[in-house]
């Protein structure tokens, strides 16, 4: 059965009274988090809506790659900078900026206002293949499922990615979900892996212009 035409008219006018939301509602959102203790010294820059740019100088050269992956599948422009007890082992600064990137995004979000929230992706890596769910939920928590088959890429400790994705959760406060579906190879794995929580990451910090700037929880808070 038709609409009836005084039905139609209503819905017409309702939909061009919508008002669009524009870019000048949502203002640009950045942090910056210096973080210095007896073992290492980091400081991240980030803006959220960004383009992917990074530079990233750790002394890590493989978790400098890894941040790269952040920053370039997430569109989060990222700057780290990192001086840390190498002479000992990469733990302390692996950990410390995961620490102080999560922070970071902490603090970027702010009261997580007009997002997505939860994001998730599967993406492959040749061989492999990883699955990440996440939530800024304001608990953190880590259900962490990779089986990496070497103790070390080049020179890292793999067992590292583990310490890296803790600190980033604690310090968040997101539930972040891993999960290896396939894989082989070490490396592989471990970038399919951070390719993969960039991009759920990017699917729930973006804006979600139905939100109209309201917190995206039933209980009015995160």
Do not use: W
């Amino acid at each position: 059965m038709p609409l009836a035409p005084d039905h139609t008219l209503t819905m017409q006018t309702r939909d061009r009274n919508i008002s669009p939301i524009s870019d000048a509602d949502y203002p640009l959102r950045t942090a910056t988090v210096s973080r210095t203790t007896g073992e290492t010294d980091v400081q991240v820059s980030l803006t959220l809506d960004g383009t992917g740019r990074c530079s990233a100088d750790t002394g890590i050269p493989f978790l400098d790659h890894m941040l790269h992956q952040i920053a370039s599948h997430g569109l989060i422009d990222l700057d780290v900078r990192a001086k840390g007890d190498l002479e000992i082992d990469d733990h302390h600064t692996n950990e410390d900026v995961g620490i102080t990137l999560g922070m970071a995004l902490h603090q970027a979000l702010g009261d997580r206002k007009g997002i997505h929230r939860f994001g998730h992706f599967v993406a492959p890596l040749d061989e492999a293949l990883v699955q990440v769910a996440l939530d800024f939920s304001g608990r953190p928590h880590l259900s962490y499922g990779l089986t990496i088959p070497t103790q070390r890429v080049g020179t890292y400790d793999t067992q590292l990615v583990r310490e890296f994705f803790v600190a980033i959760v604690n310090h968040s406060q997101m539930t972040l979900h891993i999960r290896q579906l396939d894989g082989i190879n070490s490396h592989h794995i471990i970038e399919a892996t951070f390719k993969t929580f960039a991009r759920a990451m990017r699917m729930a910090i973006a804006v979600d212009p139905r939100r109209a700037q309201t917190i995206p929880s039933s209980k009015g808070v995160i």
